[in-house]
């Protein structure tokens, strides 16, 4: 044998081994994972369990980091076929994963058999206090916390600063000689909403500095909870000391003038969740009172942020949708009152711009996906999801099913006005008691913001063939870098 052949199988035996080595490494994962599950171990879902320790969760985290979500989810169905339900081993966790819609809808719904199970990055940063208790816990936190914050009346308190903010906003951008990362500017816009609603005036001085760091939090709530220096996780778990620590001055100072019978009337949300109570006159400790509005940073803040900038994209992009949501908007024009503007009962009138949002949301899924753990062994279509696993709904399984929605990743409004989505197959804020308690405050911002930018602005996207990156959500990786033009005939009721 020549040197050049003996390399070659010095080469081959390497590789070989490699593989072996890597297969026995897989299934010694597999077997640690799965092998006290006595019975239950035959009748587990199809997939693989990945390496010791990370096991599929660098795989999964870099199909959302490299803007190609599906291939994770699309190489399970490839291996083990359209079963809708697979395991596998993710932010170290067992995990199911559900793709089919009445496998997530029983899991969503079934509180005496699931509860939540976010991964631990986003429990400790989100706060374990804010909505990710028991179902008891979560029920009362619900019921306290609906009206002050969803509730008819108080969404349209809300509506008339959010009309105010989004007007100025657009006008501030559309003077601007420069091109703006319209991404960055909605979640700012959407950001001051929020914390106007929760603290009023008093955050004013410090708003920028906390975007920043509720920025950072939200960039480390789907990363691999590695606290060490470098990590997302780590920089995210700092961030959140600084806004509890900011948050906690605020409350202290409430509770100090309430005492000093100095707070005279109720300003914001926050007066309101220090004084409400439940029917036995518990009323919220201070760090539930931070942890939710932490939790309702993220749903009326970056997911309405996220969702508005899509809307826009979409409709800039089809003419036809765009004149049909523009020609809805000028005839309710026609109702609203030059004194007083657009009201909260419009908002509800626009039933056009209601299917150009709920496409959106179908889309872009600007939640990819959501988690429950398993309080007991439980068979759903034939398979058992055992104690104490994790699930995770994967929602972009669901509202992107040709089989379900034809072109499923065609934007198309119109396909709502003889569709009404099946139980189970639309949930862009989820189902059953833990449905997102932020969807109407989003609704109403981007129902509110495409108002006024249809009637008077246009935009112009500068790089419209942008990669997308889908963590922490999707977005163009530019921010959609764009110039806004205010349109000649602009009427600003």
Known sequence: MDELGFWCLVFTASIGGFGVLVLILRRVNEWYLVSGLGENQSSLPPGDM???????????????????????????????????????????????????????????????????????????????????????????????TAAPISGHKALSMYHEYIKDVIVTSLDEWSKSEEPIEFLTEIRKLTFKIVMHIFLSSE????????????????????????????????????????????????????RARKESNL???????????????????????????????LMYLNAGHESSAHATMWATLFLQQNPEYYQKAKAEQEEILKSVSPEEGLSFKETKQMEYLSKVIDETLRVVNISLYTYREATADVNISGYTIPKGWKVLMWFRGIHLNPEIYPDPKE?????????KAKAGTYIPFGIGSRQCPGSDLTKLEMTTFLHYFLLNYELKQLNPGCEVKCLPHTRPKDNCLAKIKKLPSSSFI
């Open 263 to 293: 707070s005279g009337e109720r300003r914001d949300l926050m007066d309101l969740l220090l004084e409400t109570e439940d029917e036995t006159g518990r009323k919220l400790y201070d760090e539930e009172i931070i942890d939710i509005i």
């Open 411 to 419: 934007f198309n409004p119109s396909r709502w006005n003889e569709t």
């Open 50 to 144: 990945g390496w010791p320790f990370i096991g599929n969760t660098l795989s999964f985290l870099f199909s959302l980091k490299y803007g190609h979500p599906d291939t994770f989810i699309s190489n399970y169905i490839k291996r083990y076929g359209q079963t809708g339900i697979y395991k596998a081993h993710l932010f170290g966790k067992p995990t199911i994963i559900v793709t089919a819609p009445e496998t997530s809808r029983r899991v969503l719904t079934d509180d005496k058999h699931f509860k939540a199970g976010w991964p631990k990055s986003t429990t400790e940063l989100l706060g374990k206090s804010a909505f990710m208790g028991s179902a008891e816990e979560h029920k009362r936190l619900r019921k306290l």
């Open 203 to 254: 955050i004013g001085p410090m708003l920028e500095s906390l975007e920043k760091d509720y920025t950072t939090l939200n960039h480390g709530l789907r990363s691999m909870a590695i606290n060490l220096p470098g990590f997302a996780y780590h920089k995210a778990l700092k961030a959140r000391k600084r806004l509890v620590k900011i948050l906690q001055a605020i409350v202290d100072g409430r």
